[in-house]
């Protein structure tokens, strides 16, 4: 196994990521945690220095313990990793007097050869991404330079003889394009097969649940969606009985989804879950409301109060898990007290633990959202489960602009599905990130058969995009469009117009409210 030693980079996590895609397994542990006796247990076949934010020049600046270079084994140093590797080995390292650099770079090749640089430099010079204030000055004995850049004259030094490496730039971020062969050089150099699996990682994730869980019991908020879903499944796995499911049906959800969320856990996966069906309650407090944060806010309060309520009847209970993924992790570190406006108040859990004082059990805290899609293959979720497009935590109700009625979320609901089931029909479901119906407050005038109708108008929503924070509308053909359009004025009372959202985001957001 690989050590990473973290020294408080916001990209650190993204080594972890270069790593499994390779197939080595890794683990990043804090520098403070890193003794000799650490080094000594762990008996790592490779280590990785991470970046980090402080700087080598002040007292009492982070440091790997020196035992580390005696373990015989390869070292890469990024960025503060290279810094301190240097200054430990007995180069030099100067404040950054307007040689701070940030951004895109582009590192030339020396000349010097090295396995570390196999497939680099083959159209001549590599873009790479920095992102430093000070750098090194001078390199440590023993060391040779393979990459210079403007701003980085050792942008690439090695130490082949001993297999130290220590880069300015980050090679794990997207923006160093070559980088995963950058990794997958050093860690054949170290000697790993790659043969490391998610079924792997499913295994060591449940240990780790255990190790932290003990007998206790856990709660899990489950909504349906693949991260509860993944995180309660993998619980399940781990802990068993010891784990109680809350799914709290606010009676916003899709046609059927409430059923088969219960179906699928309560009947299939055997887990103690409590359907709490709170609809009357939320549609209740609801009533009259049509300001799109009010709604967001008012299910947001109730969600917490029933999940309190439900929850707090679970005896003994000390943990609670969430399906957090990395990127939350990354935007809340980077992001708290930011000065951001709140473009939408998103609904979420936040607080809930210390309100209640619960532990947290996140076992997809170190996951991107295609290794939990991945991870939910190895637990035997089924694809049509795993493949879901996102859905918001406020349910149907941001996409009833205007006030919410039983009525007008049971024709939403109906051609929700007729719409969802024409783009499975024509097999484009996987190319869309999100689809959905919005039903809109207005009334227009139609004629079927011989009569007048005067009917709700609907809007069909579909966005391709990456992550959700930018979109565009999907391009359907209209043959697509006529056909779905008569399709919902057929089978759905209530719809009398169909119409194409065709907003992107920005400027619009992807759902309507
Ligand atoms: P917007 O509408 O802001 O949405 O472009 C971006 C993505 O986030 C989803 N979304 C939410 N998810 N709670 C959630 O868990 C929320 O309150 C919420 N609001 C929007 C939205 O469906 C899209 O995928």
Redesign the pocket.
């Known amino acids: 196994r690989l050590l990473i030693i973290d020294f408080g980079s916001q990209v650190t996590q993204l080594i972890a990521r270069r790593l499994r895609e390779l197939n080595v397994y890794c683990e990043i542990h804090p520098y403070q945690n890193v003794t000799d006796a650490f080094l000594k247990d762990f008996a790592p076949k490779a280590v990785i220095f991470s970046g980090g934010p402080a700087s080598v020049i002040d007292e009492g600046s982070p440091r790997p313990p020196e035992s580390v270079f005696d373990l015989d084994v390869p070292i890469l140093g990024i960025c503060y990793g290279q810094q301190v590797m240097m200054q430990m080995l007995g180069g030099k390292v100067e404040r950054g007097h307007g040689t701070a650099e940030f951004g895109r770079a582009y590192v030339e090749p020396t000349g010097a050869e090295s396995d570390l640089l196999f497939g680099w430099f083959v159209g001549g010079r590599e873009q790479v991404w920095m992102s430093h204030g000070d750098h090194v000055s001078e390199i440590a004995p023993g060391f040779e330079v393979y990459g210079t850049s403007p701003n980085a004259p050792f942008a690439i030094t090695a130490d082949v003889e001993r297999r130290f490496y220590a880069v300015q730039f980050h090679p794990e971020v997207h923006h160093t394009p070559n980088g995963p062969t950058f990794y997958e050089n050093f860690v054949r150099i170290a000697g790993f097969e790659g043969d490391w699996t998610m079924g792997a990682y499913k295994d060591e994730a449940i240990a780790k649940i255990r190790e932290q869980v003990g007998d206790k019991q856990v709660i899990c908020g489950l909504s349906g969606g693949v991260d509860s879903s993944v995180t309660a499944v993998l619980l399940h796995e781990a802990i068993g009985d010891q784990l109680t499911c809350v799914f709290v049906d606010h009676g916003l959800l899709r046609l059927n989804e409430a059923d088969e969320v219960v179906t699928m856990f309560r009947d299939h996966y055997n887990m103690k879950l409590i359907h709490a069906d709170e609809s009357d309650l939320f549609l209740g407090e609801l009533e009259g409301v049509s300001d799109p944060e009010t709604k ?1 806010k008012t299910i947001g309060k109730l969600f917490i109060d029933v999940f309190q309520k439900y929850a707090s009847e679970i005896d003994g209970a000390e943990f609670l898990a969430q399906g957090t993924l990395y990127p939350d992790v990354i935007e809340s570190v980077s992001f708290s007290g930011g000065p951001s406006v709140t ?6 859990v936040g607080g809930l633990p210390e309100k209640m004082g619960l532990k947290l059990v996140e076992p997809l805290r170190e996951l991107f959202k295609d290794e939990v899609r991945a991870l939910g293959h190895e637990l035997g979720l089924p694809a049509s489960f795993i493949g879901r497009h ?5 349910g149907l109700a ?1 996409r009833c602009p205007g006030e919410i009625t039983r009525d007008k979320l049971e024709i939403l609901r109906k051609a929700d599905a007729v719409y969802i089931d024409q783009i499975r029909r024509h097999e484009l479901y996987d190319e869309i ?2 689809a959905f119906v919005a039903i809109l407050p207005v009334r227009t005038v139609g004629v079927m058969g011989d009569g007048r109708t005067y009917d709700y108008a609907c809007a069909l929503r579909a966005v391709t995009s990456v992550d ?2 930018t ?1 565009d509308y999907y391009p359907f053909s209209h043959e697509f469009l006529g056909e779905t359009a008569t399709r919902i004025i057929n089978e759905v009372p209530g719809i009398n117009r169909v119409t194409y959202d065709i907003t992107s ?1 920005p400027p619009g ?3 309507w409210e």
Do not use: D, L, V
Not at 343 to 348: D, F, G, L, R
């Open positions: 967001r473009i939408k108040s998103h609904h979420n996102p859905f918001p935590g406020p941001i990130w999100q959700g924070m979109a985001k957001t992807i759902e």
